[in-house]
């Protein structure tokens, strides 16, 4: 195995894609309000020319320096640069008061390195204990496991049920566009040649997740600009290593667990982290003034989920999260489906992912340390120019994709659609989750039909597919009894 691992370092473009993706997520994360998988939405479209490894090893390495990114202006300006760091604003800001800024992005960049090994060794571990039942996967068994994947809209609508199915079934609809998957006839596509072979799932992310975080962008005031000074990273010293692997610890294990959940995510993780390090810490009083462990629970926490997080992705095909869903794209438009069969079929691009995260977290802590210039420079550029620069960027980007203008409009049609969804409060991942497994389960449902002779009863004989499907029933009803007891707590 090891000597695969050194192959394909040194004979794959893997290692300058790994330490590209962590540049990029670094920049993205620093810019206040850009989250993960934005930043990796962003550079979906220029991937679509690449070999898939080093394409998939560069998202997944975005995704990883963008949760390290977003502790820079946490730090420095108190102001996250993605959800995740929220947490990290707290005893990181306080720490920056002190004089002690460098220090403080020491400790994140540290603590995210020890995270991010953490949560890759989980993802190696279970990931491929999951390889083993490849082959006895069956089309009603896919098509089970499709339905597991869409149960988990009831538990990613955790603020309005009813939101979260409609853009569920939205998404399902849009799945439909295109050629029956059976009979081959046009479907939905107002007999338009470009629309025949569906609408590519890339287009919705990039258009939910960029474009209409772009507008939103636009409407507001600019960012505090970062006050000039030379911010240097200090790392730890042994004493300070001592003192923090208990909170790194705790972070990493709650990230782990939030990783693999569905909807669980950095964010979630970093707070459970902050909380429960202040409560196992011997220095209670200095958390919220400054706590060193402050800082290292919650950034140990959210790059821990940028590995964990693709556990679910790789070995079901199921995001967890907006980030592990945008990588999911990056597989699927290179003719790659994630899944039980994805170990058996395309081993190699599992070994070469393994190997860029691992490169990726070794890039991340070379290239924060030598990124913090650019990134200073950066957060204090004028908002309307960057953003500007943004929308050019998404535009070339999508249009390199087929060299088509209805592409862009296309995208930025669901980025008008994002933009509605944001103000009415609607999630974006049961939408994405509708439009990348609709065509799985819809076409597996109907070929296991036509093996069966019509039989239904085929998906409760086959033991895989009644496994997923009673897993899938106790996912819905656990999930609306807790909408249940939130909804009765709320009216009293």
């Not at 006839?185 to 072979?197: A, C, G, K, V």
């Not at 902050?274 to 003034?289: D, L, Q, V």
Request: charged share 10%; net charge neutral; proline share 6%.
């Amino acid at each position: 195995m090891f000597s695969t691992l050194f192959e394909l370092l040194f004979t794959t473009p893997i290692v300058p894609a790994a330490f590209g993706g962590v540049a990029w997520g670094i920049l993205g994360g620093a810019l206040p309000g850009i989250s993960p998988s934005i930043t990796m939405a962003l550079l979906l479209p220029f991937t679509y020319g690449m070999d898939p490894t080093p394409a998939l090893v560069m998202l997944a390495s975005t995704y990883v320096g963008a949760e390290y990114g977003g502790s820079i202006p946490a730090i420095l300006i108190r102001t996250p640069g993605t959800n995740a760091a929220a947490a990290t604003v707290v005893d990181g800001y306080a720490m920056k008061l002190q004089g002690k800024a460098g220090e403080a992005l020491g400790i994140s960049l540290y603590s995210g390195f020890i995270g991010g090994l953490f949560g890759l060794i989980v993802l190696v571990l279970l990931t491929e204990r999951l390889s083993s039942v490849a082959l006895a996967f069956t089309p009603a068994a896919y098509a089970a496991l499709g339905v597991l994947g869409l149960s988990i809209i009831a538990s990613l609508s955790r603020e309005s049920l009813v939101k979260g199915l409609m853009a569920g079934v939205l998404g399902l609809m849009i799945s439909t566009i295109g050629t029956d998957p059976v009979t081959g006839l046009n479907r939905f596509t107002f007999d338009s040649p470009e629309l025949l072979s569906g609408i590519p799932p890339i287009l919705v992310m990039v258009g939910l997740y960029a474009i209409s975080e772009l507008f939103v962008q636009s409407g507001e005031p600019g960012w505090e600009h970062v006050p000039r000074e030379k911010a240097r990273i200090k790392f730890p010293n042994p004493a300070m290593w001592k003192r923090l692997a208990i909170p790194q610890l705790i972070g990493s294990v709650i990230g782990t667990i939030e990783g693999v959940m569905p909807g669980g995510g950095g964010t979630v993780s970093s707070f459970l982290a902050y909380n429960e390090a202040r409560r196992w810490s011997k220095h209670k009083e200095e958390f919220g003034h400054g706590s060193p462990e402050g800082v290292a629970a919650p950034e140990a926490a959210n790059n821990t989920v940028a590995c964990t997080a693709l556990i679910p992705m790789l070995s079901l095909g199921i995001p967890s999260s907006n980030s592990s869903a945008v990588l999911l794209g990056g597989f699927l438009i290179h003719g790659l489906v994630p899944g039980p069969l994805l170990f058996v079929q395309h081993s190699e691009v599992i070994n070469g992912l393994y190997t860029g995260l691992f490169t990726a977290n070794v890039a991340m802590v070379i290239v924060g340390y030598l990124m913090m210039t650019p990134c200073l420079w950066l957060v204090s550029r004028p908002k309307p120019f960057l953003m500007a620069f943004i929308y050019a960027l998404v535009a070339s980007g999508v249009y390199a994709i087929e060299n088509s203008l209805f592409h862009v409009g296309v995208a930025l049609g669901f980025g008008v659609l994002g933009y509605a969804m944001r103000y009415f409060k609607m999630p974006f991942l049961p939408m994405v989750l509708g439009v990348v497994l609709g065509f799985m389960v819809e076409s597996n449902y109907r070929r296991a039909l036509v093996l069966s002779g019509g039989d239904r009863m085929t998906f409760l004989q086959d033991r895989i597919s009644a496994g997923l499907l009673i897993v899938a029933v106790i996912f819905l009803t656990g999930s609306l009894v807790r909408h249940a007891m939130d909804h009765r707590h709320a009216r009293s």
